[in-house]
């Protein structure tokens, strides 16, 4: 249980009661220990001036007072979500806008003063290496995707930088670590692809409905495999990780069917299925030494050339 799970749940407790309550009932209550209690009680009153008294039976709220903790709790992820909301508004924000979006702006300062952020300019989230789209090229992806029509899109391929002509059913746009993904039907390789926006070189809406792929089969298709070039789990990436090297990867999401086992109190085995290795190879180089592949083979010996590769281009130092 989180502390300010046990800082609402104190609050309740204490509210519900007419008798004072001994600390080794609230130690079951919100299952902690005694100098946690102690701890939980000192927040409840020091920080949000919580009416506690107590007596040789335990602790209460002072009879006549009037108290109550501010009713809207939001976690990490929460307050994060709407400060990215808010400043995401006023980067777009035009004069066709401009009201309806300061409505909306104004509506999340609410929110986040009840949480004790009075003025959110104070904090900054910068999103790095942020891949954007041409504008419009953007719009009409948007707008083909919400009518159910096809796209025909001129498409460079990263890997090759060739360019094909492809007929596509649009499915769902996803925004992915600063960048934007456009999840559709290609009707040249007949499946499912995944195109990044920023390299569609053109765009036209075509007349043809476009073709429905069911939700399970999206679902099917991405959910079962590590990063954005997903498709179905062709193994599993067993990464051996250093933690002290990297402590902060003790708390990273890599997955949702991600499976840690602790070897030691420095190590860790991180299991990730995987489809494609491109994403994944570049996740593990990032952490340097902390990380090593263990298996497949496979993957060690691709990641094994990459780092040849990169020795070889500073060959000449």
């Known amino acids: 249980m989180k502390k300010i ?71 990490a992820e929460e307050t994060q979500g709407l400060l990215m909301a808010a400043q995401l508004l006023e980067d777009l924000q035009s004069v066709s806008l401009q009201k309806p979006m300061q409505r909306i702006l104004d509506n999340i300062d609410k929110v986040l003063q009840q949480k004790g952020i009075a003025n959110r300019r104070l904090i900054q989230i910068i999103p790095a290496l942020s891949r954007k789209p041409n504008p419009n090229i953007f719009q009409a992806v948007m707008s083909a995707l919400q009518n159910e029509k096809k796209l025909n899109i001129k498409y460079l391929t990263r890997s090759s930088q060739q360019t094909t002509q492809r007929l596509i059913s649009p499915q769902r746009l996803t925004s992915y670590k600063n960048a934007w993904y456009l999840d559709a039907w290609c009707h040249l390789r007949e499946g499912i692809r995944l195109f990044a926006l920023e390299q569609i070189q053109n765009c036209k809406t075509d007349i043809e409905r476009a073709k429905k792929v069911p939700n399970d089969e999206l679902r099917a298709h991405y959910a079962d495999s590590y990063g954005i070039f997903s498709g179905p789990m062709k193994s599993i990436a067993v990464i051996k990780i250093d933690k002290n090297m990297a402590p902060w990867t003790v708390f990273e999401h890599w997955h949702s069917q991600q499976s840690i086992e602790h070897l030691d109190n420095t190590h860790m085995l991180l299991s990730i299925p995987y489809n494609d290795d491109r994403e994944l190879i570049a996740d593990v180089m990032r952490l340097g030494t902390a990380a090593q592949i263990i298996q497949p083979k496979t993957l060690q010996q691709q990641f094994h050339q990459q780092l040849i590769g990169i020795l070889n281009s500073y060959s000449s130092i």
């Open 5 to 75: 799970d046990r800082i609402y749940l104190l609050d309740k407790i204490l509210k519900e009661r007419r008798s004072p309550i001994e600390i080794e009932t609230l130690k079951d209550r919100l299952e902690c220990s005694q100098a946690t209690v102690y701890r939980i009680i000192a927040t409840l009153r020091d920080e949000f001036n919580a009416p506690i008294e107590s007596d040789e039976n335990g602790v209460y709220y002072e009879r006549s007072s009037r108290f109550d903790l501010p009713g809207i709790r939001l976690n």
